[in-house]
């Protein structure tokens, strides 16, 4: 009767696992979901036969499993925040548990009355679903901030959450014979999960700050050396039309003497060069003042720089003020950066490189397009979508399928790729929601 008892508990709270992931996710449940999640529960209701309170390992580590297809890193962080707020619930239902001193009833009513205990709205429910909520909020907060980027550091958050429950899960006492005593373990638990809890969150500001800063200063920086070339060429513009009489009047002694061999030959050593060294150094900006959010413009003004550093031709065209796209921000500029990144370093194989970048308002969306020339022998567009394939080697692959995934876990964003003519075309539609993220 008691391993009755324990199995059943197992699946109450596989079931409030499953439940609190999808609070702090703020995601739905399909018919091929519930099948696979009900499978993760009867299999640790069953491995609780063989391995008692160990089997919630397996089922972690399939739950884990389930919801990296899903969300990737963000799976460790939900799973292993859901088990705290499971123990956070079980210790407030324990705790009302004490306070209805049953101990002298019979064994099977006693586990009765606790699993009612455990699901009473009033107690275990209400407190996985505030504190569920609350995790969703921090984890809002984190996928919106430039931390969302650094996967090193929600390794870390993750590993140290992990190992904080490896740490309740084996001091936590098998059995207390004083209600007293019990109640101290209680009050201790929940004190020293809360403790985490706000050391996580505080060490989060602060290196999110830290990082706020550098980002600033970076793209301070990246204004600067923006504003020197655009000097740079406005001079080089200048001094072009200063001279330019200069130089027409060169060739008139050639045209007076209708000398057209020399003049032809004097043309192609000294004129078409200066012509070319114009074109290398400058890049077509039309209306680029128009792009009126930061972020994207200081991405934009890295990016040209570097390309402009490799000898490759940028042409910019922003035809509308653009003061809002619905999108959060840092996944914009992951989008965009990656797309230019691989842009530049496919225009470091080819003669003659261009890229083309066009930010269009429409009615009910942002469409940003970007285009470069590339090879001839360029692979397909699915082959290229392919996480970890890569025309540079091994582990280089991730940047498109990165793409692809934050494209795709966002409602309103559509991304179109082609190969047309020799050019690689990447169209990113944001269409307009009536809320920012």
């Known amino acids: 009767m008691e391993l009755l008892n324990g199995s059943f508990i197992t699946i109450f709270q596989g079931v409030m696992l499953f439940i609190i992931a999808k609070i702090i996710l703020n995601m739905k449940y399909a018919a091929k979901d519930l099948l696979y999640i009900l499978l993760i ?18 089922v972690i580590l399939a739950a884990i499993f389930y919801f990296y297809k899903k969300v990737k890193l963000y799976s460790f962080l939900t799973i292993i925040g859901s088990i705290l707020i ?17 101990r002298s009833f019979n064994i099977i009513i006693v586990n009765l009355v606790y699993v009612l205990i455990f699901a009473s709205v009033s107690i275990f429910a209400s407190v996985s679903i505030v504190c569920s909520l609350f995790l969703r909020y921090l984890i809002k907060i984190l ?24 740490i309740l899960f084996s001091f936590m006492p098998s059995s207390i014979d004083k209600s007293s005593t019990f109640k101290l373990v209680i009050v201790v638990y929940v004190a020293f999960i809360l403790a985490i ?63 057209m061999p020399g003049l032809k030959s004097y043309f192609d050593k000294n004129i078409v060069p200066l012509k070319d060294s114009i074109q290398t150094n400058s890049f077509k900006i039309n209306g680029i003042e128009r792009l009126k959010i930061r972020e994207l413009k200081g991405l934009l003004t890295t990016k040209i720089i570097q390309a402009q550093e490799n000898k490759i031709r940028v042409s910019v065209e922003v035809p509308d003020e653009i003061d809002h796209i619905s999108i959060n921000m840092i996944d914009l500029s992951r989008m965009v ?7 530049i370093e496919a225009s470091l194989e080819i003669e003659d490189p261009l890229i083309q970048i066009g930010f269009m308002k429409e009615e009910n969306s942002v469409v940003i397009i970007i285009m470069n020339k590339c090879a001839k022998d360029i692979p397909k567009v699915h082959e290229l979508f392919q996480e970890s394939f890569s025309t ?18 966002k409602d309103n964003v559509l991304l179109d790729t082609m190969i047309e003519n020799h050019y690689f ?10 809320r920012k993220e």
């Open 41 to 58: 529960i009867l299999s640790g209701s069953i491995c609780y036969y063989f391995f008692n309170r160990f089997a919630l390992f397996i």
């Open 86 to 102: 499971l123990y956070l619930s079980s210790m407030a239902s324990l705790l009302m548990f004490l306070l209805f001193d049953i």
């Open 143 to 166: 996928r919106q901030s430039y931390l969302s980027t650094n996967k090193i550091y929600i390794t870390i958050v993750a590993l140290f959450l992990f190992f904080t429950f490896i």
């Open 197 to 259: 809890v706000i050391l996580v969150i505080v060490i989060s500001i602060s290196v999110l700050r830290e990082m706020r800063y550098k980002r600033q200063m970076q793209e301070i920086d990246h204004y600067y050396k923006y504003t020197l070339r655009i000097e740079k060429i406005n001079n080089d513009m200048r001094k072009f039309r200063h001279d330019y009489i200069n130089i027409l009047l060169s060739m008139s002694e050639y045209i007076r003497d209708d000398d």
């Open 337 to 343: 950066g990656i797309i230019l990144d691989n842009a």
């Open 392 to 409: 540079k080697g091994n582990n280089r692959g991730l940047g498109l399928s990165t793409l692809k995934e934050i494209s795709e876990s």
């Open 425 to 434: 075309i990447q169209k990113l539609e944001i269409i307009n929601t009536n």
